[in-house]
T-cell receptor, first 116, second 111 residues
Framework: ETGVTQTPRHLVMGMTNKKSLKCEQH?????MYWYKQSAKKPLELMFV???????ENNSVPSRFSPECPNSSHLFLHLHTLQPEDSALYLC???????????????FGPGTRLTVL | GENVEQHPSTLSVQEGDSAVIKCTYS??????FPWYKQELGKGPQLIID?????GEKKDQRIAVTLNKTAKHFSLHITETQPEDSAVYFC??????????FGAGTRLTVKP
């Protein structure tokens, strides 16, 4: 596979469930991102990892827990979510812009999450 | 922090006409301005970008202009085709900081 892949593509969960979203990039990048995309709103940056270290957490509720075991994989663990968390969750990767890498971010297809 | 506003939120044009989408940004230090196209069921894909040392960039039917003084930049699509129908996002990136995106423009090209 090439580019950025995300699984699952669709997820329906109850408020008491625990689930995880997975992202994998095959581009040799060292920075990975989680974004939340809601209807008619700008993409919201949630977390940033550079070289497996979390460098940004945009005041995201603790019911979202990221994990980056290596520079190619990124997870988003979900527990006790609310209906307003329903959205498209996008993963992206790039070279580390702070280390002089390119600016372009490559996005995966997203996971459409519905919380009942 | 950086704040990006994008207009219009929806745009409908006839096939063959031009489409223009405009964005403004707040942080004068921003130096990188990409445009992404998102088709249904897919993630955003970069279509063109411009850096602050350039005023205009063109790639076939797509062009982007940047006015640093006014802090706005625009996407121009000429000779639109039905396959141009998608949601378009602008973004701005300050140095040593993360990108901020506009809210998106849904472009519909009618055959």
């Amino acid at each position: 596979e090439t580019g950025v892949t995300q699984t699952p593509r669709h997820l329906v969960m109850g408020m008491t469930n625990k689930k995880s979203l997975k992202c994998e990039q095959h581009l040799g990048h060292n920075a990975m991102y989680w974004y939340k995309q809601s209807a008619k709103k700008p993409l919201e940056l949630m977390f940033v990892y550079n070289f497996k270290e979390q460098t940004e957490n945009n005041s995201v509720p603790s019911r979202f827990s990221p994990e980056c075991p290596n520079s190619s994989h990124l997870f988003l663990h979900l527990h006790t979510l609310q209906p307003e968390d329903s959205a498209l969750y996008l993963c992206a990767s790039s070279q580390d812009p702070l280390a002089g890498g390119g600016n372009e971010q490559f996005f995966g297809p997203g996971t459409r999450l519905t919380v009942l | 922090g950086e704040n990006v506003e994008q207009h219009p939120s929806t745009l409908s044009v006839q096939e063959g006409d031009s489409a223009v989408i405009k964005c403004t940004y707040s942080d004068s230090a921003s130096n990188y301005f990409p445009w992404y196209k998102q088709e249904l069921g897919k993630g955003p894909q970069l279509i063109i970008d411009i850096r602050s040392n350039v005023g205009e960039k063109k790639d076939q039917r797509i062009a982007v202009t940047l006015n640093k003084t006014a802090k706005h930049f625009s996407l121009h699509i000429t000779e639109t085709q039905p396959e141009d129908s998608a949601v378009y996002f602008c973004a701005a990136r300050p140095p040593n900081n993360d990108m901020r995106f506009g809210a998106g423009t849904r472009l519909t090209v009618k055959p």
